[in-house]
């Protein structure tokens, strides 16, 4: 399924900001970004991203928070008050 066709069926642009401990100093925490097309509320290929990162990297997980938003969206109409002509 093309990235466009996702966005059709309501998958969502998701950005995740990832806290975790380092490795090798474990009370100092470090931040990664993780930004993908996902549905929501269920956020499939996030939680299979966590999966991946908890079975493979050292750096235990401290926190996620999660941002999403849809891409594509109706159009806003607002009717105008002023009526302008030019010549």
């Known amino acids: 399924m093309s990235d466009f ?3 059709l069926s309501d998958y969502r642009l998701t950005t995740a ?9 474990p009370s100092l925490l470090q931040s990664y970004t993780w930004q993908e097309l ?12 966590l999966d991946f990162w908890e079975a ?13 938003n849809r891409i594509i ?3 806003e109409f607002r009717h105008t ?3 302008f002509t030019l010549h």
Do not use: Q
């Open 5 to 7: 066709e996702r966005m």
């Open 17 to 25: 900001e990832i806290l975790y401990h380092l490795p090798d100093h």
């Open 38 to 49: 996902d549905l929501a509320p269920r956020f499939p290929e996030l939680k299979k991203f």
């Open 56 to 68: 493979n990297l050292d750096g235990k997980l401290h926190s996620v928070k999660v941002a999403t």
């Open 73 to 75: 969206s109706p159009s």
């Open 81 to 83: 008050k002023n009526y």
